[in-house]
Antibody
């Protein structure tokens, strides 16, 4: 079955960076896009950006432009999300999710299990 | 950027019908997706393109979208439906994928 499996929890100090992975299985990786969404404690879901797993094109939320980078390794069927200059407000669960490439308003399905990133001194 | 508004909470007795709304400017012209998120778990798609159900989602879940309001309806509510529900749309803006604030469904 289609599955996205993310890397484990991370604890980082303010100013550091974090890189979270999302390994896809059960489908051809390059025929879909991967989105990244985060959820701070008690907050709504927040979209960070996405990558076209076929050609590597990316688009980022204005809020995170310059701090987030999304990449992929097609040979490993894995997408990555790196967030730099971490601050306490970046403490959240980070999710990856699959969506169609050619349909901009496609649904996100499925989602990874989530990766808790804690930023604390 | 586009804003989606959901009620923070909805309560319903078992066996009754729950309706969760998602408000947005002319949302009826957009495609709305709905996700269920149980505590400590990742979101799960329950309705896509306003009213389509993914395989494995019970027929008790349905959706509609018109004017300025989209609605997720859960019929014959069960205890297992207790969760947070989020609506989502795509908008032609710099932050195109937008989520509502979420609604906590409580089964009394």
């Amino acid at each position: 079955q289609v599955q996205l499996v993310q890397s484990g929890a991370e604890v980082k100090k303010p100013g550091a960076s974090v890189k979270v992975s999302c390994k896809a299985s059960g489908y051809t990786f390059t025929t879909y896009a991967i989105h990244w969404v985060r959820q701070a404690p008690g907050q709504r879901l927040e979209w960070l950006g996405w990558i076209n797993a076929d050609n590597g094109d990316t688009k980022y939320s204005q809020k995170f432009q310059g701090r987030v980078t999304i990449t992929r390794d097609t040979s490993a069927s894995t997408a990555y999300m790196e967030l730099i200059s971490l601050r306490s407000e970046d403490t959240a669960v980070y999710y990856c999710a699959r969506a169609m490439i050619v349909v901009a308003h496609s649904e996100f399905d499925p989602w990874g299990q989530g990766t808790l990133v804690t930023v604390s001194s | 950027s586009y804003v989606l508004t959901q009620p923070p909470s909805v309560s319903v007795a078992p066996g009754k019908t729950a309706r969760i709304t998602c408000g947005g400017n002319n949302i009826g012209s957009k495609s709305v997706h709905w996700y269920q998120q149980r505590p400590g778990q990742a979101p799960v798609l329950v309705i896509y393109y306003d009213s389509d159900r993914p395989s494995g989602i019970p027929e008790r879940f349905s959706g509609s979208n018109s004017g300025n309001t989209a609605t997720l309806t859960i019929s014959r509510v069960e205890a297992g439906d207790e969760a947070d529900y989020y609506c989502q749309v795509w908008d032609r803006s710099n932050d195109p994928w937008v989520f509502g604030g979420g609604t906590k469904l409580t089964v009394l």
